[in-house]
């Protein structure tokens, strides 16, 4: 994969007897928002900005982090948009972006 910035979309849907969903998905944007990377907390996804490596790094850190806090299984969704030749960003995008 080239080392250019791409955006990714997250979704992760968490399954437990034992915790309430909101809770279990805040989890995963704590992950997210101490990242350091660029993102977009929308209703039903979280957007990251960055390298692919590194937005599939913070990606699986909030799934564990889902799992961890007591979620039995978890759904997750990708959407991925990159370039072989140059960055994608929110800017294009013309996104506001949190940190």
């Known amino acids: 994969m080239p080392n250019y910035l791409i955006t990714l979309g997250l979704q992760i849907v968490p399954k437990s007897s034992n915790y309430e969903d909101y809770w279990l998905i805040d989890q995963a944007i704590n992950v997210i928002q101490k990242s350091g990377l660029k ?3 929308t209703p039903f ?5 960055g ?5 599939m790094e913070v990606a699986n850190a909030a799934q564990l982090a889902v799992l961890e806090a007591g979620a039995e299984e978890c759904l997750v969704y990708f959407r991925i948009h990159y ?17």
């Not at 996804?45 to 900005?49: F, R, W, Y």
């Open 83 to 99: 370039r072989k030749d140059r960055d994608v960003t929110f800017a294009e995008k013309h996104l506001n972006r949190s940190e």
């Open 39 to 41: 993102h977009l907390i």
């Open 51 to 55: 390298t692919y490596e590194q937005t």
């Open 45 to 49: 996804e979280t957007v990251l900005e």
